[in-house]
Nanobody, 116 residues
């Protein structure tokens, strides 16, 4: 099991950028597949971006070309760089850890609000 703590959310104008961070506990961070999910009010939680332990990435169509997921295994941290933000990106963003795309450990989430 790994403990995850997100940071970096906030209020930004449309077109702006934010970088989210997710710090993980434990010594086996490099073995985990990591992902960012988001949930907007009244909507289902959706996968935003995923990064496997081997370096493979997957992005939701809505964020391709604007968001980048990365990790620093030495710091046990995964990042989500979000550029060209849109009001529809407003949501609570949570990071998750797991294996074989089965995410079993979750952070508490961080709010991202994009104003128009």
């Amino acid at each position: 099991q790994v403990r995850l703590v997100e940071s970096g959310g906030g209020l930004v104008q449309s077109g702006g950028s934010l970088r989210l961070s997710c710090a993980a506990s434990g010594r086996t961070f490099s073995r985990y597949d990591m992902a960012w999910f988001r949930q907007a009010p009244g909507k289902r939680r959706e996968l935003v971006a995923a990064l496997t332990s081997g370096g493979g990435t997957n992005y939701a169509n809505a964020v391709k070309g604007r968001f980048t997921i990365s990790r620093d295994n030495a710091k046990s941290t995964v990042y989500l760089q979000m550029n060209s933000l849109k009001p529809e990106d407003t949501a609570v963003y949570s990071c998750a850890a797991g294996t074989s795309a089965l995410y079993t450990d979750w952070g508490q989430g961080t709010q991202v609000t994009v104003s128009s």
